[in-house]
């Protein structure tokens, strides 16, 4: 029993780190297309401005890529062991 309210906790954790993470990519994508609307403002250069915010999504996009891979191969990890654990209990039986 303890171990299940365990692992609940533990994926609550991760629902909340994922729902934090998204809610800073999206102020960071708001930030952003705020900063290219004040850089149009400015008399820049469209092309600029569409330059720099076109990089900014690309790293911003590129970020959250590589965060959803680290999370899938830690769980996948993860679930590696928990396999590895129950084999080891049926053998045990």
């Known amino acids: 029993m303890n171990k299940e309210l365990a692992n609940e906790g533990a994926a609550q954790q991760v629902k909340g780190a994922a729902k934090q993470t998204w809610g800073n990519v999206k102020d960071s994508a708001n930030q952003a297309s705020t900063t290219a609307a ?3 403002h ?4 469209e092309s600029s401005v569409s330059k720099k915010g076109s990089e900014l999504r690309d790293k911003v996009t590129a970020a959250a890529e590589h965060m959803k891979n680290n999370v899938a191969n830690t769980l996948d990890n993860f679930n590696k062991k928990q396999e590895e654990k129950r084999e080891e209990i049926r053998k045990a039986s």
């Open 42 to 45: 400015a008399n820049k250069p």
């Open 38 to 40: 004040a850089w149009t």
